[in-house]
């Protein structure tokens, strides 16, 4: 016998799960936790319309939530690559009036769908803080690369050509005096 599955729904154990056995559906849904907790009237009397009540077999775990304490952030611009680090521009955003600072990393501390953004000139923001899950409580220093959009051959375009123009205007305006 070959059971295809029809529909499963994202909200188990909530939902009801649609099986077409032989042709014909089954309604499975979530009922009580055990089988001795299956009130009397429910036990059997859904059979026949191919529906019936089954435990849950996985208990509902509320999500994992944590906590970030930030300490320290910088924004970062990629200047120079090397095999296995990268040296870094990096502007304060905790206190902006510190000084511009240059720091290298090591291409470890990159995430690994990160490594193809990693290119000179890239903008990342690197936070140093401690997150906090339950009782546990951990130091962590986290780079993220800018997801910035590409810019369209038309649109560099459009801008080299404003760049021409006002480069010409600001050379005819230095002739004059």
Known sequence: MTSEAVDI?????????????????LV????????????DEEIGTELSSHSIAIPRLIP???????????????????????????RASLKDLTN?????????????EV?????????????????IGYRTQGSQKERVS???????????RRAVERVEAYAAELQRLLSDSNSIT
């Open 9 to 25: 729904s994202s909200e188990l154990p909530m939902s009801p799960i649609v099986w077409v056995a032989r042709g014909e559906p």
């Open 28 to 39: 499975v849904r979530p009922g009580p936790r055990h089988p001795t907790d299956w009130p």
């Open 60 to 86: 509902t775990l509320p999500p994992l939530a944590y906590h970030f304490d930030l300490r320290q952030q910088w924004e970062g611009t990629v200047v120079a690559l090397e095999q296995s680090e990268f």
């Open 96 to 108: 902006p009036d510190n000084p511009p600072e240059e720091a290298v990393f090591s291409t470890e």
């Open 111 to 127: 995430f690994p769908g990160d490594l193809r953004h990693l290119v000179p000139g890239a903008i990342f923001r690197w936070s």
């Open 142 to 152: 986290r780079i993220q690369f800018a997801r910035l959009p590409g810019w369209s």
